[in-house]
């Protein structure tokens, strides 16, 4: 299993647009209909609010790779660079982290956590 992660480096105040733009050409719902693509997110980080990241859980790189060289794979590119900061590269991959150990809760999620 690996993990890639996207970061993307934002204008200010667009973490809004950002999220619609991925709603709205259903980037998710297509990304997770690859080939041992397990489960996706995007996330904001807490310590920058100009920065999201894209994490992905995968089968293995070729999975991953499979969702890079999809047709339309770039829907939504140039909403996208509306949003980002300059230097924004739409083919480039993120990185990729080979999983090494996991644990997994058990436990019902609490109310903070749930709340998305």
Do not use: K, N
């Not at 200010?12 to 980037?27: D, K, N, Q, V, Y």
């Not at 089968?59 to 499979?66: L, P, T, V």
């Not at 509306?82 to 080979?98: F, K, L, Y």
């Amino acid at each position: 299993m690996i993990l890639s992660c996207l970061t993307l480096e934002l204008r200010p105040g667009s973490l809004a647009a950002l999220e619609e733009t991925f709603r709205r050409h259903r980037i998710f719902e297509r990304a997770i209909q690859t080939e041992g693509c397990r489960s996706l997110y995007l996330t904001s980080d807490v310590a920058d609010e100009g920065r999201a990241h894209v994490i992905g859980v995968w089968d293995s790189e070729a999975a991953y790779q499979r969702w890079l060289d999809q047709p339309g794979r770039e829907e939504g590119t140039d909403e996208l660079h509306a949003i980002m900061a300059d230097g924004w590269d739409p083919s480039a991959p993120g990185e990729v982290w080979r999983v090494v150990d996991t644990a997994v809760s058990t436990m019902q999620p609490t109310e903070s956590m749930s709340a998305g």
